[in-house]
């Protein structure tokens, strides 16, 4: 099967969307499309085929109810990833550091993450319902965050996260836990943790 290619060249169009459809019955048909060196936009994931985004700074990621398809991200800066809806998202090297909403957010999908860097006051992930795994979470904590914000939230779901909170402040809460009714807070202060596991996978 043949695939798609978008190459951007670097350009920037900002502002602008891209939304990933897939094929038309008529046209030829492919299984996966590769987005990279574009700028400014942001990706809205509308079917079930395989998208990779390689080397964006991004306005956003997120996917539909159509939007079941892989998707993989790498070396991509930019406004959060969203999973509206159950998806399979494999990332590497993530830069998320726009916008006055939390960083990544999982709802009911999976998510896999190898190398991620955060930078704002906001929740750095949102796990609901889901399976989410981050190995090497940095967070560059600037401004100091509320102090009832977790730097990161796990609903109901599975969540591996090893990560680091930096910056010139720190979370008060790093992680809190909801499971069927029950919340745990985790407010140790420290600034690095090797590895948090909960819910589903305790």
């Not at 990279?36 to 390689?54: A, F, P, Q, S």
């Not at 959060?80 to 957010?105: C, D, F, S, T």
């Not at 993450?113 to 940095?138: P, T």
């Not at 904590?141 to 009832?148: A, E, G, I, L, W």
Request: charged share 20%; aromatic share 8%; net charge negative.
């Amino acid at each position: 099967m043949a695939n798609c290619s978008l190459i951007g060249m670097e350009a920037t169009l900002q502002g602008a969307e891209i939304r990933f459809d897939g094929p038309k019955e008529d046209d030829v048909s492919y299984e996966a499309a590769l987005i990279e060196h574009l700028n400014g936009v942001k990706v809205v994931h509308n079917c079930d085929k395989t998208l990779v985004i390689r080397r964006c700074n991004m306005a956003g990621y997120e996917n539909t109810s159509q939007g079941t398809g892989d998707v993989f991200l790498e070396d991509n800066m930019g406004a959060r990833p969203y999973l509206n809806h159950p998806q399979n998202l494999w990332a590497r090297q993530l830069n998320v550091e726009y916008g006055r909403k939390p960083m990544l957010i999982n709802h009911g999908g999976r998510v896999w993450v190898l190398g991620m860097k955060v930078e704002g006051m906001f929740s750095s992930a949102i796990n609901r319902g889901g399976v989410m795994e981050i190995y090497g979470l940095y967070s560059m904590t600037n401004p100091p965050p509320d102090r009832d914000m977790p730097m990161l939230i796990n609903e109901n779901g599975s969540m591996a996260v090893s990560f680091a909170d930096g910056g010139q402040h720190s979370f008060f809460t790093h992680v809190q836990e909801m499971q069927d009714g029950e919340t745990k807070i985790d407010d140790g202060w420290r600034r690095e943790t090797m590895m948090y596991i909960g819910g589903a996978a305790e």
